[in-house]
């Protein structure tokens, strides 16, 4: 079972509040990654980090932001939310330095946008 | 630019029966890819990962193959159980760059 968390697991709010999704992990892990993912549906990279200050933006362009003030957490911030960010959001992390490595994900955040 | 697919977007197989989930993918750079299976309201699970310097692995129950002439990486669960029952997805890395994930294939075993 991998150290890496998620809250909350699930969330109903309106059109235009302000959330944050969070995510931790325990394992020390330098690089860390968001992905969003439609039911059944293929992960899309949204952001990433290598460590402390690092966010680099990821393959879909997403209106969330993200911030890596320690290295066991990486929030994930949605300003003004709309129906068109419902989905799954997924955290996960792995080492940076070494040959092949996996990503550890968490149980992931099913967002829904009224 | 780079992409990984499933062929089969969806699988039913019988309980005992051996399973076979196939993904082709792209970029011929990739040197690292990995299975992982997700059931419903959970992350990815890591099962079983290989190497490009490989053309085969086994775990237990399951084996990776890799093709790399045709681009071509399978994952076969032997005696498939119900807890098997999952979307598995493909991905492949080049060199410590992000990760690219497949469309997964959901897998339903059936009594």
């Known amino acids: 079972e991998a150290d890496i968390y998620q809250t909350p697991r699930y969330l109903v709010i309106g059109t235009g509040k302000k959330i944050t999704l969070e995510c931790s992990q325990t394992?020390?892990?330098?690089?860390m990654y968001w992905y969003q993912q439609d039911p059944g549906m293929e992960l899309h990279l949204i952001h990433y980090s290598y460590g402390v200050n690092s966010t680099e933006k990821g393959d879909l362009s997403s209106e969330s932001t993200v911030s890596r003030i320690r290295t066991e957490h990486f929030p994930l911030t949605l300003e003004s939310a709309r129906p068109s960010h419902t989905s799954q959001y997924l955290c996960?992390?792995?080492?940076?330095?070494?040959?092949?490595?996996?990503?550890?994900f968490g149980p992931g955040t099913r967002l829904t946008v009224l | 630019g780079e992409s990984v697919g499933l062929h089969l977007p969806t699988l039913s197989v019988q309980e005992g029966d051996n399973s076979i989930i196939n993904c082709a993918y792209s970029n011929s750079a990739s040197d690292y890819f990995i299975w992982y299976k997700q059931e419903s309201g959970k992350g990815p699970q890591f099962i079983i990962d290989?190497?490009?310097?490989?053309d085969k692995r086994q775990g237990q129950r399951v084996t990776v193959l890799l093709n790399k002439t045709v681009k071509h990486l399978s994952l076969q669960i032997a005696a498939t159980q119900p807890g098997d029952s999952a979307v598995y997805f493909c991905?492949?890395?080049?060199?410590?760059?992000?990760?690219?994930f497949g469309p997964g294939t959901r897998l339903s075993v059936l009594p």
């Open positions: 996960a992390s792995s080492p940076l330095a070494g040959g092949p490595n996996e990503q550890f």
């Open positions: 290989i190497r490009s310097n490989m």
């Open positions: 394992m020390g892990h330098d690089k």
């Open positions: 991905a492949e890395n080049n060199y410590g760059q992000n990760f690219v």
